[in-house]
């Protein structure tokens, strides 16, 4: 299935984030509440969150919200504090 980029272009999204992909709220839904639920010991400071994400959506690597390297998905590895990139970018 083909995702629309937020920019209304059509075009498949590459380096998007889960939350970027147009027509794809619902199937993504769980990932995003399981986020948004993370114990507070283990869960990212907003900031930090952010500053990865933006990392991620410069990366080759990034296709459809999946790192193309470990197959996770960007968000939810950004999410814990204790992650790291698998390719030492953060």
Do not use: H
């Amino acid at each position: 299935m083909n995702e629309i980029q937020k920019d209304g272009s059509g075009r498949v999204c590459r380096r998007c984030l889960t939350r970027d992909m147009i027509g794809q709220e619902e199937y993504f839904s769980n990932l995003r509440d399981y986020i948004d639920n993370l114990d507070i010991d283990i869960k990212a400071e907003p900031v930090l969150y952010e500053s990865r994400l933006d990392i991620c959506k410069e990366c080759d690597l990034l296709f459809q919200g999946m790192c193309r390297s470990c197959g996770c998905y960007v968000e939810l590895r950004a999410a814990v504090t204790k992650n790291t990139c698998p390719n030492k970018k953060w």
